[in-house]
C-alpha cells in the first residue's frame, strides 16, 4: 500500500509528474502544492516542448518549484519518477538534452529548504491525472482549491483521509 503524507509546518509539499509519448512527441506535466493539512494551495498543467520522458519530469518539476517557492522557502520534494529524485540527489549533469532544465532546478533548489523523495506513481495520483491534463492540453493552466475539478478535488480529499493506493508488484 502507498499512503501520501501532508507536510509538517512550516514546509509546504510539492507533487509533480510529467509524461511523454515518444510516438508523438507530446509532452506535458503538471503538479501540486499543498499545505500542512493536504489542502490545495496551487495546481497546474501545462504543455511542454521535452525531449523525453526524463525531460518532461524535470520540466514539470522546474514548473513546480518555481511556484512554491512563492509560497515558502521550506518544500518537500516528492516525484513517482526515481530518475529525477536520483538525478537530483547526486549532482549528475544529465544528458546533454537537459543539462540547462537541471542547472535551473539546482539553481532554484540552492535558495531552499527542501527534502527531495519518491513515492510510487499510486501515491502521485493527483499529479498523474494534472500531468495527463498537461498533455492533452496546449499551454498552462492554474486553479486552486475554489476553481479546480471535482475529480482534482476528490483525488486531493482522498490523500488527506490518508486512503491507501494499492501497489501490484
Request: aromatic share 8%; no cysteine; proline share 3%.
Amino acid at each position: 500500500m502507498v499512503i501520501w503524507r501532508a507536510p509538517q509546518l512550516p514546509q509546504i509539499k510539492l507533487n509533480t509528474d510529467g509524461s511523454f509519448d515518444p510516438g508523438t512527441l507530446i509532452a506535458g506535466g503538471g503538479g501540486l502544492i499543498r499545505d500542512h493539512l493536504g489542502r490545495l494551495m496551487l495546481a497546474f498543467h501545462s504543455s511542454f516542448q521535452a525531449v523525453s520522458s526524463l525531460h518532461a519530469e524535470l520540466l514539470a518539476l522546474e514548473m513546480g518549484l518555481w511556484h512554491a517557492r512563492q509560497f515558502s522557502l521550506q518544500i518537500w520534494i516528492e516525484l513517482d519518477a526515481a530518475a529525477v529524485v536520483t538525478t537530483i540527489t547526486s549532482g549528475g549533469l544529465g544528458s546533454w538534452q537537459v543539462q540547462h532544465t537541471l542547472i535551473r532546478i539546482r539553481n532554484m533548489l540552492r535558495d531552499l529548504q527542501y527534502s527531495i523523495s519518491h513515492i510510487h506513481i499510486e501515491g502521485n495520483r493527483p499529479a498523474d491525472h494534472l500531468a495527463e491534463l498537461g498533455a492533452a492540453a496546449i499551454g498552462s493552466h492554474f486553479v486552486d482549491e475554489s476553481t479546480a475539478s471535482h475529480h482534482l478535488l476528490a483525488l486531493i480529499r482522498m490523500d488527506q483521509l490518508g486512503y491507501p493506493s494499492l501497489r501490484f508488484s
